[in-house]
């Protein structure tokens, strides 16, 4: 397991922008697939993206393509998640969570290690 700890959750005006970061510590950072994952009142906890190991590859839920990047710097043992065009849909807890296999990025049982959470509010 990796430790996971999120960051930059804020509210904010539909149309809006945020930049969540996700940092991790512990050698191993590079050795496993990252994901964001959301979770609203009431509602499961969903997929948001994913980003490969290398960076190379990145994976978004249909609802969030073209609006959020994921990348990451191994470096800096960091992933970020950029959120433009912000909808009041997309207010929920955000997760990043560690996934050492990769073998299916989308399932949120297939993630190893989670961190706390951020709060993401967008009003309309």
């Known amino acids: 397991q990796v430790p996971l700890e999120e960051s930059g959750g804020d509210l904010v005006q539909a149309g809006g922008s945020l930049r969540l970061s996700c940092a991790a510590s512990g050698r191993t950072f590079t050795s496993y697939v990252i994901g964001w994952f959301r979770q609203a009142p009431g509602k499961e906890r969903e997929f948001v993206a994913a980003?490969?190991?290398?960076?190379?590859?990145?994976y978004y839920t249909d609802s969030v393509k073209g609006r959020f990047t994921i990348s990451r710097d191994n470096a800096k043992n960091t992933v970020w998640l950029q959120m433009n065009s912000l909808r009041p849909e997309d207010t929920a807890v955000y997760y990043c969570?560690?996934?050492?296999?990769?073998?299916?990025?989308?399932?949120?049982?297939?993630?190893?290690?989670w961190g706390l959470g951020t709060q993401v509010t967008v009003s309309s």
């Open positions: 980003v490969s190991w290398s960076g190379g590859r990145s």
């Open positions: 969570a560690a996934n050492q296999l990769g073998l299916d990025v989308y399932k949120k049982d297939e993630y190893d290690s």
